[in-house]
């Protein structure tokens, strides 16, 4: 009797397991860049190289179809173009099954790229490509304003009231807040940002939220500004983001090199545990275009013996 107790636990331990590696899988979101005018670019100030690897060999590899399409490499409206994600959609094979597009902050400074966007929503509905969501980065620090803000979420709404606004934070604009909400003790941000009223007073456009961590050894760090981050904006889906790259502690990146293995590994514990708990909402992996990169092979081992 022992040996078939044994034998359904262990079955059950292996089913559970796979139940829980197709949730992760459905919510696993890879950033990627694609192919624009025949090369793939990354933004300089991340890495300056062409013909990078495109997506579909990350997502292929592990089974993933949701894609962030990252156009934010060249900050020009144009790439902004359905055709580019059609195109490497018929090149791969794949279907995408939930597209998640960046958009770059510089785009929407100028009112003219405003109707870009709205071509662009157009034109993929009348491709049947599904635009899950709009991302919009780096608006604790700045590059944009609420009112532009304010204008590009009224123009995708009133076209397609489903699409979802995604705001994106950083444990470092968390840790600020609490710097401002006197939680901790420890001087400001040394770039003397007040950021506090301002994404307390953006929440209103946002409908979710991707937080994003790097160095950071202890799963408890991860929990406990997950957890700030929803008291901060409460009542709105939050997601988590991880990265294949190193960053140094105050964001600054440092090119080309991979994340330390002991590191990657407590992002991704934490982050798979918040997901599959339903505590975070999705996965975001940052990003494809080191996934083939020699020097990422034990990363890209790591991540093949979970998802496949």
Not at 208 to 215: G, I, P, R, S, V
Request: with cysteine; proline share 2%; hydrophobic share 35%.
């Amino acid at each position: 009797m022992s040996l078939i107790l044994k034998l359904v636990f262990l079955f059950l331990n292996i089913f559970q397991s796979n139940l829980e590696k197709d949730y992760l899988r459905e919510h696993t979101i890879i950033w990627g860049n694609v192919a624009i005018d025949g090369s793939v670019k990354v933004h300089n100030d991340v890495v300056d190289r062409d013909n990078i690897e495109e997506p579909d060999s990350m997502m292929k590899d592990l089974n993933i179809y949701n894609l962030m399409y990252n156009n934010s490499a060249t900050d020009k409206i144009n790439n902004l173009n359905i055709s580019y994600i059609q195109d490497f959609q018929d090149r791969s094979g794949i279907k995408i099954n939930r597209l998640v597009i960046n958009v770059p902050r510089n785009y929407i400074k100028e009112s003219e790229n405003l109707e870009k966007i709205t071509k662009f929503m157009e034109d993929a509905e009348s491709s049947n490509i599904k635009i899950y969501g709009f991302l919009f980065d780096d608006f604790a620090d700045g590059f944009l304003t609420e009112n532009e803000l304010k204008k590009t979420v009224e123009i995708v709404k009133n076209k397609n009231s489903e699409i979802k606004i995604i705001g994106v934070y950083y444990f470092k604009d968390i840790l600020q807040c609490l710097y401002e909400m006197e939680k901790f003790s420890k001087e400001k941000d040394i770039n003397k940002r007040e950021i506090l009223n301002k994404i307390s007073s953006a929440d209103k456009y946002f409908d979710e939220y991707t937080l994003w961590f790097w160095n950071l050894n202890e799963e408890k760090q991860f929990d406990f500004f997950l957890n700030e981050a929803k008291k901060i904006l409460p009542g709105k889906p939050m997601s988590v983001g991880i990265y294949l790259n190193n960053y140094s502690p105050k964001g600054t990146s440092s090119v080309g090199m991979p994340l330390k293995g002991s590191i990657f590994n407590t992002l991704f514990v934490s982050a798979r545990k918040l997901v599959v708990s339903k505590q975070a909402k999705d996965l975001y992996i940052l990003s494809s275009y080191w996934y083939g990169d020699d020097r990422f092979s034990n990363l890209r081992e790591y991540l093949r013996a979970y998802y496949k």
